[in-house]
């Protein structure tokens, strides 16, 4: 017997209640042992809306959840295990294959929990600005002025926007915030 990972497809939007529903269903049939973890794999973002700073979570892979199942050396889910997770609401089905679905690769496995391990770290920042963009700065001494984004430095929530002033092309940098797309 071997814990591997697998992917579920869950109703989107509802990937926490279903992983709520399963793990209470793998306790009730005495499966922990089989089914020793279930994760929504999330990261905190923080985003600036209305000049309010909020840190809010978001799924990493709409849709679905992982689960880590305890598989006998043929690979094949336990007809136990198997039945009572497809048979728990929300939950569609296992991704690769039908009866012998593929668990994930090790590689796979780390980058994911390496992201939900993140989850606890300082949140990072959702920019959604990349080089070439149209952008109006909305504040600051540069407020309606028209420009384009030349760079995007995330670490420091910063983006430097080429502006026209006197008819020549001047870089600017600014906080992420203060600039709206056009």
């Known amino acids: 017997m071997a814990l591997k990972w697998y992917v579920l497809r869950a109703q989107s939007g509802r990937e926490d209640r279903v992983k709520e529903n399963l793990e209470k269903r793998v306790l009730a049939n005495g499966l922990e042992a089989r089914v020793p973890r279930v994760l929504v794999p999330s990261e905190n973002v923080s985003e600036i809306k209305g000049g309010q700073k909020r840190v809010t979570e978001r799924k990493i892979y709409p849709g679905y959840i992982m689960a880590e199942i305890d598989v006998p050396d043929s690979g094949e889910v336990p007809d136990d295990v198997w039945f009572l997770i497809r048979e728990t609401s929300g939950i569609g089905d296992f991704v690769g294959g039908q009866r012998k679905p593929m668990p994930m690769l090790p590689r796979e496995v780390e980058k994911i929990l390496g992201e939900a391990e993140r989850?606890?770290?300082?949140?990072?920042?959702?920019?959604?600005?990349?080089?070439?963009?149209?952008?109006?700065?909305?504040?600051?001494?540069?407020?309606n002025y028209d420009?384009?984004?030349?760079?995007?430095?995330?670490?420091?929530?910063?983006?430097?926007v080429s502006i026209k002033v006197f008819g020549r092309a001047t870089p600017v940098e600014l906080e992420y915030w203060q600039i709206e797309p056009v």
């Open 119 to 143: 989850k606890e770290e300082e949140p990072r920042l959702k920019i959604d600005f990349k080089q070439g963009d149209s952008v109006r700065i909305k504040e600051g001494p540069f407020q």
């Open 147 to 160: 420009g384009v984004v030349d760079e995007v430095i995330p670490a420091k929530g910063m983006v430097i």
